[in-house]
């Protein structure tokens, strides 16, 4: 108080701190009013706030993460396979040369040249050219059983 | 018992949790009336006051497990009403600045001045109007040096403001106010 008076008299000030009552009333009653006031919304704020086990928000975001990484990386195999799958449909440019004729010579008897050709390629090929002698003749028709050809026409 | 003592008793009752309620309730008979009148000079009207000093219960009781006891128990409820009060003032912008009149102001400057021989109450009104002219921080300064008698190193605290510039501010208040005063011929 002396403080006050002293500093105010320093300042120069006329203020009197023994004059400091306030010019408004506070309603009678007003305070116990606001008391329960406010521990009713104390209680209400208690009643609604979500009660939030830090345990179990850890192991749910442990699940959610490990959701996330599984779906990523099938995400990445699924992409990973579609792409190589459209490059290289068949593997063929991972087989080298020697694969390929070892596996032609073993299996001659089940492919067909459809299999290996596209149709531009099988009408342009030679082999389905007319013969254009006696001997080219002779040479595709030196397997042909006589049996075959009659059951044909 | 002391102020102290008994904010010890309070702290204990409600962070104990065996009688929580009761600690509030304490709590609010020793602080409601300083702290009405507190924000009541920020804020001018009861109604606003009234929200402003709920809203402060409201946090002092929703954070008072975490009080670490650093400062009083005083100092920090002082802290946390003048944040809500600056708060509510600046978000509906009732802050009545230097030159800029509150809502209230005319009404009690005029009924001050119309009256040539003023009496006490009178004088009180009119250092009420001169505070509506002061800048809100300006006005917590002054509200909490001149009407609560807080020393400098509580309203560093309180205001988060150094001693320096706390006493620059309430000079500054004190000046305008009674510039205020003087130019109603009122000295």
Same mark, same amino acid.
Request: net charge negative; glycine share 4%; hydrophobic share 40%.
């Given at each position: 108080?002396?403080?006050?008076?002293?500093?105010?008299?320093?300042?120069?000030?006329?203020?009197?701190?023994?004059?400091?009552? /306030?010019?408004?009333?506070?309603?009678?009653?007003?305070?116990?009013?606001?008391?329960?006031?406010?521990?009713?919304?104390?209680?209400?704020?208690?009643?609604?706030?979500?009660?939030?086990?830090?345990?179990?928000?850890?192991?749910?975001?442990?699940?959610?993460?490990?959701?996330?990484?599984?779906?990523?990386?099938?995400?990445?195999?699924?992409?990973?396979?579609?792409?190589?799958?459209?490059?290289?449909?068949?593997?063929?440019?991972?087989?080298?040369?020697?694969?390929?004729?070892?596996?032609?010579?073993?299996?001659?008897?089940?492919?067909?040249?459809?299999?290996?050709?596209?149709?531009?390629?099988? /009408?342009?090929?030679?082999?389905?050219?007319?013969?254009?002698?006696?001997?080219?003749?002779?040479?595709?028709?030196?397997?042909?059983?006589?049996?075959?050809?009659?059951?044909?026409? | 018992?002391?102020?102290?003592?008994?904010?010890?008793?309070?702290?204990?009752?409600?962070?104990?949790?065996?009688?929580?309620?009761?600690?509030?309730?304490?709590?609010?008979?020793?602080?409601?009336?300083?702290?009405?009148?507190?924000?009541?000079?920020?804020?001018?009207?009861?109604?606003?006051?009234?929200?402003?000093?709920?809203?402060?219960?409201?946090?002092?009781?929703?954070?008072?497990?975490?009080?670490?006891?650093?400062?009083?128990?005083?100092?920090?409820?002082?802290?946390?009403?003048?944040?809500?009060?600056?708060?509510?003032?600046?978000?509906?912008?009732?802050?009545?600045?230097?030159?800029?009149?509150?809502?209230?102001?005319?009404?009690?400057?005029?009924?001050?001045?119309?009256?040539?021989?003023?009496?006490?109450?009178?004088?009180?009104?009119?250092?009420?109007?001169?505070?509506?002219?002061?800048?809100?921080?300006?006005?917590?300064?002054?509200?909490?040096?001149?009407?609560?008698?807080?020393?400098?190193?509580?309203?560093?605290?309180?205001?988060?403001?150094?001693?320096?510039?706390?006493?620059?501010?309430?000079?500054?208040?004190?000046?305008?106010?009674?510039?205020?005063?003087?130019?109603?011929?009122?000295?």
């Amino acid at each position: 108080m002396e403080d006050l008076r002293d500093e105010l008299k320093n300042i120069g000030s006329r203020l009197d701190p023994a004059g400091k009552n /306030e010019s408004w009333d506070i309603p009678e009653g007003y305070f116990g009013e606001m008391q329960n006031m406010v521990l009713v919304q104390l209680h209400e704020s208690k009643s609604n706030r979500p009660n939030v086990n830090l345990r179990n928000l850890r192991s749910g975001l442990y699940a959610v993460s490990g959701i996330a990484a599984m779906l990523i990386l099938a995400f990445g195999i699924w992409f990973f396979a579609e792409r190589s799958h459209s490059i290289d449909p068949a593997g063929i440019q991972e087989l080298d040369q020697d694969q390929v004729y070892a596996y032609l010579e073993e299996n001659i008897d089940e492919i067909s040249l459809d299999m290996l050709m596209t149709d531009k390629q099988m /009408e342009s090929e030679i082999l389905f050219d007319q013969p254009q002698s006696e001997e080219d003749w002779d040479v595709l028709l030196e397997d042909v059983d006589l049996h075959d050809l009659n059951n044909i026409f | 018992m002391m102020a102290a003592e008994k904010d010890e008793q309070i702290l204990a009752m409600i962070k104990s949790g065996g009688n929580p309620e009761r600690g509030y309730r304490m709590l609010m008979d020793a602080y409601q009336l300083p702290l009405y009148r507190h924000i009541r000079r920020m804020v001018q009207s009861h109604e606003d006051a009234d929200d402003v000093l709920q809203n402060t219960f409201l946090k002092v009781f929703r954070n008072i497990a975490n009080f670490e006891e650093r400062s009083s128990l005083y100092t920090w409820i002082f802290k946390i009403a003048s944040n809500e009060a600056f708060t509510f003032i600046k978000k509906n912008n009732r802050h009545a600045a230097f030159f800029d009149k509150g809502e209230n102001a005319d009404e009690l400057e005029s009924r001050s001045v119309s009256t040539s021989q003023l009496n006490g109450e009178q004088i009180r009104e009119m250092l009420h109007v001169a505070m509506e002219y002061l800048p809100v921080r300006q006005k917590q300064v002054f509200s909490l040096r001149y009407f609560e008698e807080m020393d400098y190193r509580q309203m560093s605290a309180v205001l988060e403001t150094s001693e320096g510039a706390l006493k620059a501010s309430f000079h500054h208040a004190v000046k305008k106010i009674e510039d205020f005063i003087k130019s109603k011929n009122l000295y």
